[in-house]
Each structure stands twice: as C-alpha cells, then as structure tokens.
C-alpha cells in the first residue's frame, strides 16, 4: 500500500519539474529539502518519506495531500471534523 502512494508523489513530482520546468535541484530548493531527498523521491530509492518532507513539498508546490493520497477534500475535512467532536466528548 505505501510503494501505490511513494510512486504517486514520484510521479507528481515528475509533473511539477515539467510544469515548472525546472530540475530536482531547483525543486529541492523551492520546498526546502535537500537535494539528495528529493533525488531520492522522485527515483523512487526511498521505501519510506517522512511526514515532514512530505508537508514540504506539498505547502511549496501544487501537490495537494488529496492528490497524493487520492482522497478527497471533504473526507479531510469530514475526518478533521470527526476528531475534533470526539476531542470536546471527552
């Protein structure tokens, strides 16, 4: 299930350096990691990407979390809604 989600962000940052036209390096830059990160992403050598990388990416480019993993805005929000009334329940 996690390699479906890694190969979606690779492929959309193929997509956005093609957008943008620009290389890794330069996109690297744009969302503030490393060079070798984002290399590693969009080559897909990683099994795993942390929270963090992801957030970067996602806050720097047009990639949404929905896009990535293919949920919609509502479920987000429907989720986020969710917790909080349980949060006030308690």
């Known amino acids: 299930m996690l390699e479906k989600y890694l190969n979606k962000l690779s492929a959309l ?22 060079e070798r990160e984002m290399s590693a992403i969009k080559n897909r050598e990683r099994n795993d990407v942390r929270l963090s990388v992801i957030v970067k990416i996602c806050e720097n480019t047009s990639i949404s979390y929905s896009d990535i993993f293919e949920i919609e805005d509502k479920e987000i ?3 986020g809604l969710k917790k909080e009334t349980m949060k006030k329940s308690l």
């Open 77 to 79: 929000f429907e989720q």
């Open 13 to 34: 940052i193929m997509e956005e350096m093609s957008k943008r036209n620009c290389t890794s390096k330069e996109l690297s830059i744009i969302c503030d990691i490393s």
